[in-house]
């Protein structure tokens, strides 16, 4: 069965990186009816954090990405946080190293820098090697480490050959023999390095395959030695292009939002952040960029992802959102957007359940014209706010004094005050009226009209905001400029 994890340390956000790895490894799973795994990898202590964990793990439910074995689900193959699971490193180290294949290193670590120093001014690799290392392996160094409660280093011994792997994404992939020498595998502090602690992990839970960003490339040498070691097969591996700016520089904070966490905060929908990071190195089959879930499950395929690096393109990204945005029922519109419409301080909890008949219709309005729910608060206090007009503005001014357009207002005006109906059909005739007696040219009319009543020049629908605002305070608002 095919079997994918996604394993990322807590130690902050959810990077967007890693958000399209957890991603991809869904899909997969999910297209060839596997299993998708969630694993914490928290043996870094001064960095990862439980409260990190728990945000990780609210980001990935925000995305819609459920796991099929991990924290707060559960497994055969548990547990499932590394911290959780230093008793199996410590029983797997010693198989390594009664099998001549690891050793304890009773050095220093400035006698490990001495090392290293020896081997480069011989003009030689820094590479560690057991020669070098186990003539500190003495019976007086043991009882010296006993002795200060020290734990020795154990190190992998890196067989001195080539190896090569088949890569789904990159092709194939060799690593030359010296390419690297011993290494740790089990820190002084009894916990395991990242490329050994993996590789039992995955071994033991059975992975099939490993779909990770080609910044763990370099990894994979040390991760296949260690699974030969073992003499368990190999995984097998896709390594995913990395994602970069539109400046073609590495995705970092100076291109703006790089979390999961601050595109929610900004209003973006779930379902918009997963399509567009699909689309970061996959593509669909007919080029759609507007992809449901269930369809990237379905056309989901590792022969489709680029190798080449993908660029986040954070406008192409918004404009994505919007779409979604379009595509949302208002009911749901209006749920989603309570947080914001209140943390803005524009209307309580209390005004919005009061008002939501008018917030949904308000909805229906401004959607086609919102890319982040964070503006929704903006869009709406046209609607809703009161303003003094500006008597110096030249611009409005110029409209407003126009041939005939001042004429036309007042007809308007006058219409409204008799409108006892005010509906989107009424105030549309009346509008149309006033157009036809006064003849003023359209453009300024609509002009100086919209900015009479909204104090912007542009805006949604101008009669379904007319209507909206109510008939007091467009007849208010009319009256204010009918005299400049």
Same mark, same amino acid.
């Given at each position: 069965m095919i079997r994918t994890r996604f394993a990322p340390s807590p130690t902050g956000y959810l990077h967007v990186g890693g958000a399209r790895t957890a991603l991809f490894n869904y899909l997969f799973a999910r297209k060839n009816g596997g299993k998708f795994i969630l694993r914490i990898e928290d043996t870094d202590i001064e960095r990862s954090t439980k409260e990190s964990e728990e945000q990780l793990i609210k980001a990935l439910k925000w995305l819609g990405l459920d796991w099929d074995e991990g924290p707060q689900v559960g497994g055969e193959v548990g547990p499932y946080r590394q911290s959780e699971r230093t008793e199996i490193y410590k029983q797997k180290t010693k198989?390594? #190293?009664?099998?001549?294949?690891?050793y304890e290193a009773y050095a220093y670590s400035e006698e490990l820098d001495k090392i290293k120093e020896e081997l480069l001014a011989a003009g030689k690799p820094p590479h560690y090697s057991y020669e070098e290392i186990s003539k500190y392996d003495t019976p007086e160094r043991r009882k010296e480490f006993e002795e200060k409660g020290l734990k020795p280093v154990v190190f992998f011994k890196m067989p001195r050959k080539d190896y090569s792997i088949k890569d789904l994404i990159k092709g194939d992939v060799t690593f030359k023999k010296g390419a690297i020498g011993d290494f740790v595998l089990m820190r002084s502090n009894g916990l395991p390095t990242y490329n050994y602690a993996v590789v039992i992990d995955d071994m033991l839970m059975q992975i099939s395959h490993v779909i990770r960003g080609d910044d763990h490339?370099? =990894?994979? *040498?040390?991760?296949v030695a260690i699974y030969e070691a073992f003499e368990m097969p190999l995984p097998q591996f896709a390594? !995913? /292009?990395?994602?970069? +700016?539109?400046?073609?520089? &590495?995705?970092?904070? &100076?291109?703006?939002?790089? /979390? !999961?966490? @601050?595109?929610? $905060? &900004? +209003? $973006?929908?779930?379902e918009s952040v997963v399509n567009y990071l699909a689309?970061? +190195?996959?593509?669909?089959?007919?080029?759609?960029? #507007?992809? @449901?879930?269930?369809?990237?499950?379905?056309?989901?395929? *590792?022969d489709r992802v680029n190798s080449s690096p993908a660029v986040f393109d954070e406008v192409k990204m918004k404009w994505m959102n919007a779409n979604y945005i379009r595509k949302t029922n208002v009911e749901k519109l209006y749920e989603l957007s309570i947080p914001f419409i209140t943390e803005s301080k524009l209307l309580t909890e209390e005004q919005c359940k009061d008002n939501k008949k008018w917030l949904l219709e308000a909805f229906e309005l401004i959607k086609t014209s919102v890319e982040e729910l964070q503006k929704v608060p903006e869009e709406l206090s046209i609607l809703i706010k009161d303003f003094e007009i500006d008597e110096t503005n030249q611009e409005f001014l110029e409209y407003l004094n126009a041939e005939n357009v001042k004429q036309s207002i007042k007809i308007a005006l006058e219409k409204f005050i008799n409108d006892e109906e005010w509906t989107e059909k009424t !105030? *549309?005739? =009346? *509008?149309? #009226?006033?157009?036809? @007696?006064?003849?003023p040219a359209k453009k300024p009319f609509y002009m100086a009209l919209r900015k009479s009543i909204t104090n912007e020049f542009h805006g949604p629908d101008l009669v379904k905001s007319i209507h909206l605002i109510g008939r007091a305070r467009v007849i208010e608002r009319l009256e204010r400029v009918v005299n400049l």
């Open positions: 198989e390594l #190293i009664e099998s001549g294949k690891a490339l370099s =990894n994979t *040498l040390r991760q390594h !995913v /292009s990395m994602i970069l +700016g539109t400046d073609g520089k &590495r995705l970092s904070k &100076r291109h703006g939002a790089t /979390s !999961v966490e @601050e595109f929610k $905060y &900004r +209003g $973006y929908l779930p689309l970061l +190195g996959w593509s669909h089959p007919e080029g759609k960029e #507007i992809v @449901e879930l269930s369809e990237m499950i379905e056309k989901f395929d *590792l !105030v *549309l005739e =009346n *509008l149309k #009226i006033a157009m036809k @007696e006064a003849k």
